[in-house]
């Protein structure tokens, strides 16, 4: 699948890889809107660039990587952002989704695998090099961890088995409002942004029956 109309800010500090990287996505249909080397340029040009989708280095000379994202989730909310670096260090991947990305790659990603997780970022799914999924959902199982009520756990069962809000305040007899804020406060508590990402959690726990 193409990029097609998708709108791609690319941020690294080494012009090498930035340039290989904005050409690597042009030639697949992407429209790559800025391509920038430092994190607070990434923040000045993203009102004009409009990004849907920002590859972002989590090393960068001025910011972090994790600063950037935070900056660009207060004024851009709707932004989805795939971290590209070349650090799996278990708190760098954690603290960058915790801040708001969408996604964690590696550096030593090929090609295709780079171009399939700008797909998949666009789309709105969560995506990260093997081993990375498993290390977030890890911290969202751990002891201490963000714990759901029964309600919402119960809410986010039906929401991975596919109920509309609609459909699961009737099951349960609630308002639309009041299953709205459950999985409004169910996203808050697991760091995610959107109901995509949401099943994917739920289906991966077994939430939805499966397991």
Known sequence: MTGVNVRVMVVDDHPMWRDGVARDLTE??????????????????????????????LQLPDLSGVEVVRGLRATQPDVRILMLS????????????KAGATGYLLKSAGRQEFLDAVRSTADGD????????????GEYRRPGGP?????????????AKGLSYKQIAERLVLSHRTVQNHVQNTLGKLQMHNRAELVRYAIEQGLDGSA
């Open 28 to 57: 697949a249909g992407y429209l790559v809107t800025a391509a920038v080397g430092e994190g607070r340029q990434a923040l000045r040009v993203a009102a004009a660039a409009r990004p849907e989708v920002v590859v972002l280095d």
């Open 126 to 137: 969560p995506v990260f090099t093997a081993g990375l999924a498993g290390l977030v959902l």
């Open 147 to 159: 714990r759901l009520t029964e309600r919402e756990t119960e809410v986010l069962r039906l929401v």
């Open 86 to 97: 070349a650090s799996g260090e278990h708190r760098d991947v954690l603290d960058a989704v």
